[in-house]
């Protein structure tokens, strides 16, 4: 025996036992690059997620100084009107002369 396979009918060569790890371990290293890429795209993930939240936090504050803003402006305008109708309740009220 020379240690080698034979490669009768029934037997197995060196070609087909080359051809058949090769089948066993071309998906074991696709599988470990996937796992590989599958652990980075989940570091992207998560750093988008933080960008995203930032983002948000930004939007609230930026929401709320506008609805105060807006708020304050409603409130000063409100002001304004109520001492304008008030002005012209006093300057349109009946002097003594016309009573």
Request: net charge positive.
């Amino acid at each position: 025996m020379s240690g080698k396979p034979t490669g009768g009918e029934g037997g197995l060569s060196w070609k087909r036992a080359a051809e058949y790890l090769k089948s066993i371990l071309t998906p074991e290293r696709a599988v470990r690059t996937l796992q590989s890429e599958n652990v980075e795209l989940r570091r992207q993930v998560d750093r988008l997620k933080q960008v995203v939240d930032d983002h948000n936090g930004q939007l609230k504050v930026i929401l709320s100084l506008m609805g105060s803003t807006l708020d304050n402006r409603v409130e000063s305008t409100a002001q304004k009107a109520a001492v304008d109708a008030v002005v012209r309740l006093l300057g349109s009220s009946p002097t003594e002369k016309d009573i």
